[in-house]
């Protein structure tokens, strides 16, 4: 049953058989053992696994592994450097306060990526309505914003 | 949860996806509906279709009368597009409201068509602006007015090996919007109406009021026929049976139809 497919994660191509019908979520957190990108709700509702595939943040858990064949996927593990230098949301985050259990974390930070990608300029207002598919159970939304804010005044310095 | 046990194959023509389809295969599309039910178990395909590698069926142009939208489009795209925002902006309001930043990165604008859900925003919206879908099977290519290609929930006139390859906007100087009301940003729409108001009179179209997006014809008709807003309010769930569920009563539905369908209506004549 099992399908050859080549996902280039974080930078390094990954070649693995998978069945059809395993998710991306899945094949990240148990084939390639990936587990920073985090299952949530299970319905596409709460943003918990938010990756990237070809620079569009994305629900992982609502896409099929076999259809990022031949993709780029960038998952929370993606987002330091390689020398440990935390990436602009991280450090912002950090400094913030913009988690409280952590368990949304990685989806906002990834979401958050997309938006300052998106929309580098974003207003708070606009922040806030495009963090919509990103749910927080602590409801640290506050801190979250502040982070967000704080990236991406950080990101347009440098 | 898992989906079930699946074949899997992408097509890279429209033509190999019609064959997979007719074969049994059911088409996966932005797949933002179709694999949560998969992972819920309310749908087990046995086999899926990607049509995601099928370059003729990703973007937006236009002929001297209609845009032409590939049913692959995403709605991120649609509600950027200054050709739909010139032409049809309560189809641009529409896509740029669905789900979340994430889903509009992957749900299509065929997918959400051919998928058929009773609270889907793009349906009624292009109902309201007077859009057709061009859908390709065994037999060749038809155009369904999209008016006519809901029947039911989750339910289309499709046949059996059709597919969705377009949607066709007629281009109009119509003053138009979509107003919706959801509990969360992420929910379905409870309810949600779209209006048209131009030369050729009023059109409008609501979703979430009954097992399939409807016409309000006799919102419209009281419009075109020289009637007040007021008037045309207190008719508009005129023929409408909502049905009753845990997103409100059907009382509250038929308020709701009218709070929106005055909403849309004024932001429509505003624009």
Redesign the interface.
Known sequence: ?G?TITVTVNGTAHTAEV?????LV?FLREQLNLTGTHIGC????C?CC?VHVDG????S????A??CDGREVRTVEGLQSEDGTLHPIQQAFHENHGLQCGYCTPGMMM?AV??IE?QPNATDDEIR??L????CRCTGYQNIVASIRAAADQMARS | MIPSTLEYTKASSIDEAVAAVAAGAVPLSGGQSLMPMMRLRLAAPHAIVDLSGIPELVGICEDEDEIAVGAMTIHREIAASELIRAHAGLVADAAGGIGSPQVRNRGTIGGSLGHADPHSDMPATLIAAGASVIAKGPNGERRILAEDLITTYLTTTLEPGEIITQVRIPKSDDHSAYAKFHRRAIDWTVVGVGVCIGDNGVRAAATGVADKPVRLSAFEAVLNGGGSLDDAIAKVAEGIEPHAGLDGSVEYKKHLLGVLARKAHGEASSR
Do not use: F, K, W
């Open positions: 049953m399908e069945e059809p019908r395993t998710l899945h299970d319905t596409s509702t943003g938010t569009d943040a994305v629900l858990c609502s896409t099929l076999i259809q979401a997309g938006i998106q309505a495009a919509e598919g990103n749910l």
